[in-house]
């Protein structure tokens, strides 16, 4: 029993609300609704589910040297040995390889995606977590393929859109959380690359990043391509709820210093989640009733 509590907190099930950017393609697709398509993107959902969580243990097993000088990683359940080394490396192999088989076995795309985000978060693990700017590209490069996972099995085409805002908003989520562990740790105990930020240039590039998400998504709901799908401005409407929303994450990271774990601002922040409830039912609605085809996914 204890081994499996200890499995389950390595797993890190909170940590797979960021597997729900699988769901952004058939969502703007106006597929939500058809059996068939839902249940593929639920399946990869599942299988990105058990990948992450297979790379979040073997990630413990290459930081456990660290983790176990580390005075709050050391709790972890593989540093503290209530997860035995053995069992551990037995666990990541399992969800590794059974997920990366199923996915070839669903689709032929969402096995070479899957197997492009195991092959980068080794890197990152091994070496790639170690080098400024990258850090952070790569974690959002994740998410990206989040995204394209969620479109390749129903399949529709990705518009350019959903890129450029998938890789912003996760930009900005991630230096988020680098900046608040700068503030927990500003000597980079928790993670070296720490040392090659600083606290002024952080917030430079979340201020960039938060103006670029805001102008992005604001050109495109005013784009005459996303006019002439909804017969109208339509999507304009959603745009005080993306503005508030990263105003709020902003008031959130600076002035109650939760950056370090967004899926607690998204399971916790009762302003925040109603925010975002409102910004999904408006975009179901105008993708639902105001257009055949979704304003993010092209012909």
């Not at 593929?40 to 176990?68: E, Q």
């Not at 790639?128 to 974690?139: A, F, G």
């Not at 409102?278 to 105001?290: D, G, Q």
Request: charged share 15%; hydrophobic share 55%; aromatic share 12%.
């Amino acid at each position: 029993m204890e081994i499996m509590v200890a499995l389950i907190k390595s797993l890190r099930p909170k940590q797979w609300i960021k597997n729900l950017f699988i769901f952004a393609g058939i969502v703007f697709a106006g597929k939500f609704f058809v059996p068939e398509a839902l249940y593929s993107v639920l399946s990869a959902f599942g299988l990105f589910c058990a990948t992450s969580s297979g790379i979040y243990i073997l990630n413990d097993i290459i930081d456990l040297p660290h983790d176990r000088e580390h005075p709050v990683k050391r709790k972890r359940p593989i540093a503290s040995g209530q997860f035995p080394l053995p069992v551990a490396k037995l666990s990541a192999g399992i969800l590794l390889v059974g997920a990366l088989t199923l996915a070839f076995l669903l689709s032929t795309n969402l096995g070479l995606i899957i197997a492009l985000y195991v092959i980068t978060h080794i890197a990152y693990s091994l070496y790639l977590k170690r080098i400024v700017i990258l850090d952070v590209l790569i974690v959002a490069f994740g998410f990206l393929l989040r995204v394209i996972a969620g479109a390749v099995v129903i399949p529709v085409t990705i518009s350019s859109w959903l890129l450029v805002c998938t890789i912003l908003i996760s930009l900005f989520l991630i230096l988020a959380k680098r900046r608040q562990e700068i503030i927990i740790s500003p000597e980079g105990e928790s993670r070296p690359v720490l040392q090659e930020y600083s606290l002024s240039f952080i917030d430079q590039i979340i201020s960039a990043i938060a103006a670029s998400t805001i102008t992005a998504y604001s050109l495109y709901a005013f784009s005459g391509e996303t006019i002439q799908k909804f017969g109208g401005r339509y999507m304009g409407y959603t745009i005080p709820f993306v503005l508030y929303g990263i105003l709020r994450y902003l008031y959130l990271i600076h002035k109650r210093s939760l950056g370090e774990e967004p899926e607690k601002i998204l399971l916790t922040d009762p302003p925040f989640i109603i925010n975002l409830g409102l910004w999904i039912l408006t975009v179901f609605i105008i993708v639902y009733f105001f257009a055949e085809e979704g304003a993010f996914i092209e012909k």
